[in-house]
């Protein structure tokens, strides 16, 4: 704790110790985004603030990291710090490893199911008017950017796929509305175009 | 393009050559072309590939000109030996199909577009376009690994309390057990108190020599123990010896016994 | 760097201030701690800052972290930012697991260490007829059950494992000789449930 050195120092009980700093300290050690609710259970039993405290506490921290190169980020299942995306430039050469590269076949199965959820693998293979391949279902599975969130009644079962907060996550954005708008032309075939739709 | 107005508009632009006609000429690397080819995701992508190319709105597809080209394509492709999914033929024969339709005099009555043979095919083809959008789209936004990193804060200055998991001593038997079924020429009475305490006395030995450069045999021996504890104790000599885990010393005759750890470099002891 | 505080407030040249923020991304994003060398080579090649740019931006990166529940700290390995430790009463509950099981793999290597001790990790792959991991040895040296207590003399020098006071203490025997025999396994065993007794 460092202090506003004007000769009284108050020494804190430990019990004390602000909302906001504990806040932030479970921010930082936690390895996937946390909700308020997580982080309001984190706390022991007895000390647990308000929903509205820990709600406070991530905002001030929000604007205490508003110049520096890391922030405090909404995303769907919570908040978590990130580098800022502008210094990625100099950051990705940390990593060895290139980011992965995604194929148009699995990104267009993964905007089919993202837009169009829930579906089953025939109703993809459907938009896309070929076959897909079963590899690119199971790269989205174990990414887990989707899973199974029911079966279709009809013959065979087959599973209904939709997308999971963690895909959410991935993409930096907190609900399916961020998703940028799915242009569609209208269906008349009277000659006049594009009237765009929205989904 | 400065090719002959009456060219149709080339099928595919290689290394900058715009491509007319099935490669019989040999300008075009086959291979360069094939990769292009392959990049199709699908009949509906080469279907709006060829439309695009002409700058022609989906809605007013002319089938006709459409379906040559598109049979071109495929054509192509398996000149190629391009692996063709069964879905461009099929799409192929729904162009056929509509085009010949087209042919056929409207019923008056029929003013519908559900009864246009085009209807479908254009639905599916604005579905699909909507998608390679989009899916094109979110290959921009910012990601983890790409554009954005998480922090890694470390935590090992905290204390935390690992709960570790808990065994009984039960089950370490019955997981020995197994190990013995699995193994044919184990039996269970090799498992005696005998024996346990033999192999005891050896870790003990063993134990008792870390770190020393040698002990004098008697040593080994706890007298209190009595006679029994001798015998194991002995036992546990010889077994270490035959398993030359120690070296059992006399340097010239009738002088005193030594034994000493086999590994000369008794420092290691801590890593392996 | 705020160190020599004789009134001269030298204002930074911008360069200097740039560096400074693309050292503190680099120090969140990277997964291990990193030396000033390493933060340098991080920078592409003809933006590299010196060493003393770097060791700076880490001076003043250290002192703007003073007041906050995470600190910059020098470990043998290099630099990494990390939570404070009297944090730990509060962010320990997000580590809290219930308590994994132990895997078969390692109950038998244990057994095969009480019992047929002293062992190389050959010889206990030779009677489980499978490799051991590392891994699992490790977890058995961590956990103090078992202990080097030699070197076979042969080529190698493979460590011989055994099991230690804290392993009699943890099973509450006082000697291995405590220890069950199979034969009284049999005995003890006649009629529950498991999966071990008759053949």
Not at chain 1, 52 to 77: G, N
Not at chain 1, 128 to 151: A, F, N, P
Not at chain 2, 23 to 48: Q, S
Request: aromatic share 6%; with cysteine; net charge negative.
């Amino acid at each position: 704790m460092t202090v506003n050195v004007d000769s009284t120092v108050i020494v804190q009980p430990e019990y004390l110790m602000e909302t906001k700093r504990i806040v932030e300290a479970i921010l930082f050690a936690a390895k996937q985004p946390m909700t308020c609710k997580q982080i309001q259970q984190t706390f022991p039993e007895l000390e647990q603030p308000g929903l509205q405290d820990v709600q406070q506490a991530i905002a001030a921290i929000t604007e205490d990291y508003q110049s520096r190169p890391i922030e405090l980020k909404q995303v769907a299942s919570g908040y978590r710090f990130q580098v800022r995306s502008e210094l990625s430039r100099w950051v990705s050469r940390l990593f060895e490893e290139k980011p992965p590269k995604y194929s148009r076949a699995l990104l267009e199965t993964l905007a089919i199911i993202a837009y169009r959820q829930p579906v089953t693998r025939g109703d993809i293979e459907d938009i896309r008017g070929v076959g897909v391949s079963s590899s690119i279902v199971q790269t989205l599975l174990e990414r887990e950017w989707i899973k199974v969130i029911g079966h279709k009644e009809v013959p065979g079962k087959p599973a209904l796929l939709g997308t999971t907060k963690q895909f959410l996550d991935y993409f930096n954005i907190t609900t399916l509305n961020e998703l940028p708008t799915l242009q569609r032309l209208d269906l008349s075939l009277d000659g006049t175009p594009t009237s765009a739709g929205k989904e | 393009m400065e090719n002959a107005p009456e060219q149709p508009p080339a099928f595919a632009m290689v290394n900058g050559i715009p491509f007319n006609q099935l490669p019989e000429d040999l300008y075009i690397p086959p291979d360069a072309l094939e990769v292009f080819l392959a990049l199709f995701e699908g009949p509906l992508d080469l279907l709006l590939y060829l439309i695009k190319r002409q700058n022609l709105d989906i809605v007013n597809i002319p089938v006709a000109e459409i379906t040559q080209q598109y049979i071109n394509y495929i054509q192509l492709m398996g000149l190629l030996n391009i692996e063709l999914a069964a879905e461009y033929l099929v799409m192929a024969a729904l162009l056929a199909e509509i085009k010949s339709r087209m042919l056929l005099p409207r019923r008056p009555d029929a003013e519908d577009e559900e009864d246009d043979p085009r209807a479908t095919l254009i639905r599916r083809l604005q579905e699909y376009e909507g998608i390679r959008n989009a899916a094109d789209e979110m290959d921009q936004l910012p990601r983890m690994e790409r554009e954005l990193f998480a922090t890694e804060v470390d935590i090992s200055a905290l204390a935390i309390e690992q709960i570790l998991p808990d065994i009984e001593l039960k089950e370490l038997l019955l997981a020995f057990q197994d190990v013995l079924k699995r193994v044919d020429q184990l039996s269970h009475h090799q498992i005696t108190k005998e024996a346990l305490s033999v192999r005891e006395r050896m870790a003990t030995i063993l134990a008792k020599l870390e770190g020393e450069n040698s002990l004098l045999f008697p040593q080994l021996f706890i007298r209190k123990e009595g006679r029994h504890g001798v015998v194991v104790s002995f036992l546990a000599i010889l077994e270490l010896s035959k398993e030359r885990l120690i070296d059992i010393i006399q340097p010239e005759p009738f002088a005193q016994i030594r034994v000493r750890a086999a590994s000369p470099a008794q420092a290691e002891a801590e890593n392996d």
